[in-house]
T-cell receptor, first 111, second 116 residues
Framework: DAGITQSPRHKVTETGTPVTLRCHQT?????MYWYRQDPGHGLRLIHY???????DKGEVSDGYSVSRSKTEDFLLTLESATSSQTSVYFC??????????FGSGTRLTVV | DQQVKQNSPSLSVQEGRISILNCDYT??????FLWYKKYPAEGPTFLIS?????DKNEDGRFTVFLNKSAKHLSLHIVPSQPGDSAVYFC???????????????FGKGTKLSVIP
């Protein structure tokens, strides 16, 4: 989507390895979010950020950490990847005018 | 505990007919509701929303109805087109802070297939 990009788009990693997903925005929005989408569960919030170095946990935060050192970047780290973290991860940004805008997603497979 | 429920995982409709997607919620603090549409390999995109002070909002072929007493909302698509085939997510918010953030709680989604 315009203004928000996720990288990588696809990744395969081994169990136990650390993995970092990146979300980059060019909209200068204050709020950024990480969701995961799984069959039968819809979209579930992992973590969100309300400013540089300001983050908070969402519904399914266990096993994940985040960092936001710049307004434009929001990183999601899986400290030690497990098979249960195989999922599609979506980043989103929000503003009063534009509401929520989602990135195109990162498909992560943990083998 | 699932606060936003979409009880129909899938729905098939003939082209030109009406598609009705349903959503129920349990949290009485929710006051803003949205529908998102998602195609494969893409992120969800905003479709239509409704505030709790309204009971209907219309945008072209899409209309969302809200029944607060029943804690139920529905999305009507008339007429349905093959390009409408996608997964539709219902989402709810407990309040808009005005600072650009409103945490959304999503349903599990309904996969709509419009048959030509």
């Amino acid at each position: 989507d315009a203004g928000i990009t996720q990288s990588p788009r696809h990744k395969v990693t081994e169990t136990g390895t650390p993995v970092t997903l990146r979300c980059h925005q060019t909209e200068n929005h204050r709020y950024m979010y990480w969701y995961r989408q799984d069959p039968g569960h819809g979209l579930r919030l992992i973590h969100y950020s309300y400013g540089v170095k300001d983050t908070d946990k969402g519904e399914v935060s266990d096993g994940y950490s985040v960092s936001r050192s710049k307004t434009e970047d929001f990183l999601l780290t899986l400290e030690s990847a497990t098979s249960s973290q195989t999922s599609v991860y979506f980043c989103a940004i929000s503003s009063p005018v534009d509401g929520y805008t989602f990135g195109s997603g990162t498909r992560l497979t943990v083998v | 505990d699932q606060q936003v429920k979409q009880n129909s995982p899938s729905l098939s409709v003939q082209e030109g007919r009406i598609s009705i997607l349903n959503c129920d919620y349990t949290n009485s603090m929710f006051d803003y509701f949205l529908w998102y549409k998602k195609y494969p390999a893409e992120g969800p995109t905003f479709l239509i929303s409704i505030s709790s002070i309204k009971d209907k909002n219309e945008d072209g072929r899409f209309t969302v109805f809200l029944n607060k007493s029943a804690k139920h909302l529905s999305l009507h698509i008339v007429p349905s087109q093959p390009g409408d085939s996608a997964v539709y997510f219902c989402a709810a918010s407990g309040g808009y802070s005005g600072a650009g953030s409103y945490q959304l709680t999503f349903g599990k989604g309904t996969k709509l297939s419009v048959i030509p």
